[in-house]
């Protein structure tokens, strides 16, 4: 006769086993960790933080050492991953947005489809999307759980963490010098861009302590699946919500911007859904545009056909097909109050970066950033002179095409666009990325201040009726990347056209040129009364930047007088530019600022020109007196 135990036991055991493997649907867990590139951790990039519980997760799934987040800061990359869609596309391309895109009606944020299908959907529990409506959570708020759903129901959780937000970086002088740090500053290893000082070396070991937070909320969110008998059924997904999280990386689209850690683990229950090996690595290219697209895939729920991405696992993909991968876009465009209009595209060992606005530098005042003391530590080094040629290329304006060898240069500071060895490859790559943003079309070739006024109620039909009138202002701007002596006849025809935009353009690329185009200055100067109010921003500029000309005058007089107040933030990017970045900045009257127009990101610039304390310490509220209780 059996012992009694052990046949309750073997019942147990028998009855949980049917259970675990009882689902007819896979489960999917999305754990973010916000703000962090691969350079953060030991399992994609050397000197990283040691991340057991990360690195048991990729022993039992898939390491993906190529992903990207398409835009290198938190609404523009979110909103990418939730639809599937490029923003630039969309209209959803700006962080943060003045107003919001409509979708289209032939696009719901992914997870609706699984929702619609049956699925308890939780997020936990940002909503910072840049597109209306928001649909398809079942609850989205800090305690939004899995463990929520019916009986037997399947589930998507998305998990967002900020404990890797750059915000934890925004430490002050007082901590800074009594905080020690589980990782050792001296031994951090500082990417090749940064000046290797104490407080570099202090910010990223700092970081690097976050990521060992990050890697015990994997764990534990890992241990609540197999606590609850689903692990098996469950595809986790551990991934950054695109790069940073030290200078130069969120906000800008280089490697420490946009490419993210992920890793799959491939539950028991659905291993047959996925072709390769648990521990595999694998080097195609897989973006946020796929994600969606590969969740519905596995789950079995059809989606939308017009999104931009395609699935990289599930019934049918071969790991053949998905290392075969060789191409992703990414983009960059208004970050808070800081304008810089970039586009990339990878390609192999290959990133190609078109920067559209190149006199801008990196750099550039942005104030959330400067709340970092590394941050103003590296604009101050620079300032006075204290850097090479290399630490000192942040600082600086860029060069109008950017080329990297990301194999041989994973950090990226030298550019082989000038290059002859590399000049075909530069051809091919400029050549990819012009009929990628036409055929789109990229809606940035257009001022955000007309989308705002004339576009976001459907910005994929505004779009496809201006797709060949964008395609002409690519052409335009293309002529940045020819010597000028070619260039100068099609400026001279963009700067007197009859269409304001190829004017805008126009303009635009004579400020690239710099003083080459000083031969056109008078055209651009011609264009400083022009009845568009983005013309004559953009002429400003090239009066300043190509002969030298007064550009703040005429500039400081469109911020006070427009209306509009994304005309007035565009161009007060452009002032703080001249004011801090050029020789005339010198010659600049604060009191001469008095914007009319209220809202955008008026707010942010005016009180940094006008020398504001940009975050004075907030005022501790005063304690009530404790009252003595009466004696009863």
Known sequence: MRHPHKLTLWLC?????????SADRPNFVFIVSEDNSIHYLDHFFPGGAKTPAIEALAAQGLTFDRAYSNAPVCSTARTTLATGCYGPRIGTQYHRRYEKAQLPADVKLWHTYLQQAGYHTTNRSKQDYNVEPVTG????????????????????HMASHGDSHEG?????QESYESDKTTHDPAEVQLADYFPDTDLFRYTHARYLDCMLTIDGIVANTVAQLEADGVLEDTFVFYFGDHGGVLPRGKGYPYESGVHVPLVVRI????KHLVDGQRGDRVGGYVSFIDFGPTVLHLAGVPGSSAVDGTPFLGDGITMEQVNARDEVFCYADRFDEKYDLIRSLHKG????????????????????????LAYEEWRQLYQAGELDEVRSQFHRGKPVELLFDIEADPHEVKNLADDPAH????????QRLNTRVKALPDLSFYPESQLVSQAMADPVAYGQKH??????????ADLATRPFAEAKAGLQAALTSTDAIARYWGCMVCSSFGEQAAALAPMAEGLLSDESEVVRLRAAEAVGLCAGGDAITPIVELINSTADAVVATEALNSLVYFVDCHPSGKDFDAAALAPQAEGADIPRRVPYLKGEDLFPPKKKKKKEPVKAKKNK
């Open 13 to 21: 055991l028998l009855f949980i086993g049917s259970f675990a493997h």
């Open 137 to 156: 959570w079942d609850k989205s708020a800090g305690d939004a759980h899995w463990r929520d759903r019916a009986e037997g129901q399947p589930f998507f």
């Open 168 to 172: 934890r970086l925004h430490f002050s």
């Open 267 to 270: 539950p028991e229950n659905f």
């Open 349 to 372: 060992k290959y990133h190609y970066l078109r920067c559209y606005q190149n006199w801008l530098p990196d750099g550039l005042q942005n104030n959330y950033r400067y709340k970092m």
């Open 423 to 430: 000049a075909e490859t530069l051809a091919i790559m400029r």
């Open 467 to 476: 797709k060949a009138a964008i395609a002409r202002y690519v052409d335009i």
